[in-house]
């Protein structure tokens, strides 16, 4: 932990820190908020709303889906303010590289603690998690954006990471199965983890945060390193800005969709059409915010979000360690107890107030958990 914010205040973001919070609500306690007041008022627009807080299966799409990808992105965007900044400052890139290669440790260390390494040893972990694949993911990013010299040899990077993965989902035999078989059971991606994942897999055959997966993820995080590159452009105006990210995330989704019948849209693998409806999405709401935001300067809204924004990793990890819920229950049960079917909505509600002073009170001291 660490008193103090990023020093390099001038290009900070308000939309990249808001939009961070907004996607890391819905983890807190916002889609059980939708769930449980859908359970309680019976209302058919909250159904609707709550069935998005649930990931499909194995094949389709809902707003559930899109979180995890989204937060990639966001890390993804702050990359050119965070390294490229520095670089021009005159920081040497094995320096940087030293950096970032750190932040994926400690990432993959904090995974390790967040599946239980100091409650239960190592008999039976879980060695990957979302916070490692956040790690490698970011880490493989700066390395191509670090070592490359223009946005052509970044976006070719791209284009290749993105035909490897199709080629080896699509046409890479499985022993057993054949190629193209792209099933929990007869994936390459299954293979892969069955054959080289030490450790527990949290499905049967494959681990949606497993090496290939990392590896496809990867592309998450890059299509938001492009975002920050034109945020981050001051020859480009602000409106024009906004405008480019939304005409390069439409044609995502609108391709994304197109494929799926031949190449479908699975998170649990990450599957090339599933990374590019998502950056289509993840694309369209960063512009979006950041036009609200930074441009039109409408902010008075964004500090709920902000607090949690700006210390995203302590509070997933918080969740974990510290039993917000119970606290809920021990302050609000004489409310919500005697309310019926409202109670899980005044304890889920209880609960994100009170991760959200928990937060508050980090933020008003400046405390940042800085990885």
Same mark, same amino acid.
């Given at each position: 932990?660490?008193?103090?914010l ?25 889609? !059980?908020?939708? !769930?449980?007041l ?12 709550a ?6 299966? /194995? ?5 559930e ?7 990639m992105f ?18 040497? %890139?094995?320096? =940087? ?35 490692s ?15 490359? %010299?223009?946005?052509?040899?970044r976006?070719? /990077? ?13 046409? +890479? ?9 792209? +099933? ?27 090496i ?10 890059l ?34 969709? =197109? ?6 849209i ?11 409806? +998502? ?17 039109l %300067? ?6 709920f ?6 210390? !995203? ?11 917000? /819920? ?21 304890? +889920?509600?209880?609960?994100?107030? =009170?991760?959200?002073?928990f ?13």
């Amino acid at each position: 932990m660490e008193k103090k914010l990023n020093s390099d205040t001038k290009e900070r973001l308000f939309s990249l820190d808001t939009l961070r919070g907004f996607d890391m609500l819905w983890i807190i306690g916002g889609g !059980s908020l939708l !769930s449980a007041l859908a359970k309680a008022t019976g209302w058919g627009w909250v159904e609707v709303l709550a069935e998005q807080m649930h990931h499909v299966p /194995w094949e389709g799409f809902r707003f559930e889906d899109l979180i995890f990808p989204l937060f990639m992105f966001i890390s993804g965007v702050a990359i050119p303010f965070a390294l490229i900044s520095k670089l021009e400052k005159g920081v040497g %890139k094995p320096e =940087l590289l030293k950096k970032v290669f750190k932040r994926m440790v400690l990432l993959v260390i904090f995974g390790l603690i967040y599946n239980g390494a100091l409650k239960n040893g190592f008999s039976d972990l879980r060695y990957l998690s979302v916070l490692s694949q956040i790690g490698i993911g970011y880490f493989f990013a700066s390395v191509i954006v670090l070592y490359t %010299k223009s946005i052509k040899a970044r976006i070719f /990077w791209l284009i290749g990471i993105m035909a490897g993965i199709t080629i080896l989902q699509l046409f +890479t035999p499985v022993p057993g199965f054949g190629a193209g078989v792209i +099933t929990p059971e007869g994936s390459i991606n299954a293979w892969i983890d069955q054959t080289f994942l030490p450790g527990r897999l949290i499905y049967d055959t494959y681990d949606p945060e497993g090496i290939l997966s990392i590896v496809s993820a990867t592309v998450i995080t890059l299509f938001g390193s492009f975002a920050g590159f034109i945020l981050r452009d001051k020859a480009t105006s602000q409106q024009r800005k906004a405008g480019v990210l939304i005409g390069i995330g439409i044609p995502l989704i609108i391709l994304a969709l =197109l494929l799926s019948p031949v190449y479908p849209i699975i998170k649990n693998i990450w599957t090339v059409t599933f990374n590019m409806l +998502t950056a289509g999405i993840s694309f369209i709401l960063m512009a979006l915010f950041y036009y609200v935001i930074d441009v039109l %300067k409408w902010r008075n809204w964004t500090f709920f979000f902000r607090v949690i924004g700006l210390n !995203s990793i302590t509070i997933y990890m918080g969740v974990k360690i510290i039993d917000f /819920w119970h606290a809920s229950e021990f302050l609000l049960g004489f409310v919500a107890n005697p309310a019926g079917d409202y109670g899980d909505v005044i304890f +889920t509600l209880g609960k994100i107030t =009170l991760e959200w002073l928990f937060l508050y009170y980090l933020y008003k001291n400046k405390i940042f958990l800085r990885v």
